[in-house]
């Protein structure tokens, strides 16, 4: 089905940098501008300056260029695969994520090989499409999940014990390489039958993807992936929350939205959170205008059907299906998608008390079940439909590619 491969990969030099966990960071689109700033001072080398989008990509090219000649990063000797184990807490239990890095082959969606589940935002893409065009590399890897009942080759990962440790936002990580030839080429066989589903990085997989076609050499067609098994009972979909920023208000439409939601106001973010646990079978969301908290709970149910005759049942199912199709173009009348997208509600509660304007939406999150029946029936979600958690460290390996 899908074709993988071990790569040269290049990887931060140790003896120049010191400790790996000061020049990795989270991927660039969950980054924002102070926490960029606090990366960048942990060091000159931090990856932050290769991937974030405010750098420019002709500035980025020459410091990439400028750490491989200061041997700040070093292509490795021999091809290999690159695993990685990820160990957090959620809810004081631990818990870990294991998986490798490798190459992918690029191919169409087309083809039903690599399956993408949420929409992109064109800007996103064109902005990583320069990055590749003028640095001819992947800083980041796409992550991607493959299906496994019987967890074969992720047990296999578990026993292997990392050279290189470090920690990212409290998470603890081990890295190291896959050498023998015979475990590569077991590898690659194990992944042939496989199809594979992007978790994250839809952006990164379609700027790659789009500099292939139009640049079509053999090692621009492949792309940075790291590949985790969707079975795992640790691998976590948290929701991604909206803060719309437009001059709206929620009182306003209060009367609209009664006929189709029950209303219910809760006292603290703390009881919004519950109530809306309490209620996640039933299309529930959570709302936040000038100090206030509300719960809204569907009770018509024709919305849903009004979107089935465009789409499947299951994606008209969906919580950010129902918010983006109904609630903000036709109670709201939000007509672009442009939000402000994070999964800490405190975070959002206040950026909206700094600018005293607009509504935050908060989401139940998407079952692992209601993901797969989506991704296979072919339809795609709306923008950031979901959150991996945690996300995968970028800058721990880096494909360069010659063309």
Request: aromatic fraction near 14%; hydrophobic fraction near 40%; include cysteine.
């Amino acid at each position: 089905m899908v074709e993988i491969e071990p790569l040269k990969g290049y990887t931060y030099n140790l003896e120049k940098v010191g400790n790996i966990s000061n020049v990795i960071s989270p991927p660039w689109d969950v980054i924002d501008s102070e926490y960029e700033k606090k990366l960048k001072l942990l060091s000159p080398y931090n990856i932050i300056n290769l991937i974030s989008k405010n750098e420019n990509p002709q500035e980025v090219f020459q410091k990439f260029n400028k750490w491989i000649k200061e041997k700040i990063i070093i292509e490795d000797e021999s091809d290999c695969f690159y695993f990685m184990k990820h160990t957090f807490l959620v809810d004081n239990k631990q818990m870990e994520r294991n998986g490798i890095f490798a190459l992918l082959k690029l191919e169409t969606f087309e083809k039903g090989n690599i399956i993408p589940h949420e929409r992109i935002f064109e800007k996103y893409k064109v902005n990583r499409y320069k990055l590749i065009e003028k640095c001819r590399a992947n800083f980041s890897p796409v992550f991607m999940l493959y299906q496994d009942n019987n967890f074969i080759f992720e047990n296999e990962i578990k026993k292997l014990n990392g050279e290189i440790k470090g920690t990212i936002n409290n998470e603890i990580f081990s890295f190291g390489k896959i050498k023998d030839k015979n475990k590569i080429e077991i590898i690659k066989n194990i992944f042939k039958d496989k199809k594979l589903i992007i978790a994250d990085g839809h952006h990164r997989y379609n700027a790659a993807l789009h500099f292939y076609l139009d640049n079509p050499t053999p090692s621009a067609g492949k792309v940075l992936v790291f590949l985790v098994n969707i079975e795992s009972p640790d691998l976590l979909i948290l929701p991604t929350h909206r803060y719309v920023i437009e001059d709206i208000s929620f009182f306003k439409k209060k009367q609209l939205i009664e006929k189709f939601f029950e209303i219910q106001k809760v006292p603290s973010l703390f009881e919004m959170i519950k109530k809306m646990e309490q209620f996640q079978d039933s299309h529930c969301f959570g709302v936040y205008d000038n100090g206030e908290f509300f719960v809204l709970i569907l009770k018509e149910k024709e919305i849903i059907k009004k979107i089935a005759e465009k789409h499947s049942e299951n994606w008209s199912e969906l919580d950010t299906v129902i918010l983006h199709e109904f609630i903000f173009p036709e109670i709201f009348e939000i007509k672009n998608n442009e939000f402000f997208f994070h999964i800490s509600p405190e975070y959002l509660i206040n950026g909206r008390e700094k600018r005293k304007k607009g509504i935050i939406f908060f989401l139940n999150p998407i079952k692992k079940e209601q993901f797969l029946k989506i991704c296979f029936c072919g339809e795609v979600m709306p923008q950031k439909s979901t959150y991996f958690y945690p996300k995968v460290p970028s800058g721990l390996v880096i494909y360069k590619f010659n063309s």
